[in-house]
């Protein structure tokens, strides 16, 4: 989760349309998939991705060099620290504790 400063979510949104070619291999190379940002009207941003081990798939991207290019085009717009949110529900994890079916996924 980060907040934007409001002068640069505009900027901030231009930099995602597109994403940069060799940004979104590093994403996918280390390891995360079903990735999404989210945008409220106030600037807040929570950021969202599935990966089987978060500390190995940080790390891999921290090793991208395209990672430290982005983090220094972008860091200006950001109001304060990251901050990460611990799941505390998630529908299929539920499902499966309980002995439920769970619904496949359908692509969009």
Known sequence: MLKLKPEFI????????????EMLEAIRDAGWSNYTIFL?????????FETDDLDRARARMAS?????RWAAE?????????????????????LRASGLKVTPQHPR
């Open 10 to 21: 505009d900027a901030y949104l231009s930099m995602h349309s597109p994403v940069w070619p």
């Open 40 to 48: 409220r009207q106030d600037g807040t941003l929570v950021g969202y």
């Open 64 to 68: 991208f060099e395209v990672d430290a």
């Open 74 to 94: 972008s860091e200006h717009f950001f109001d304060g620290q990251q901050d990460w949110l611990d799941p505390v529900f998630n529908l299929e994890w539920q």
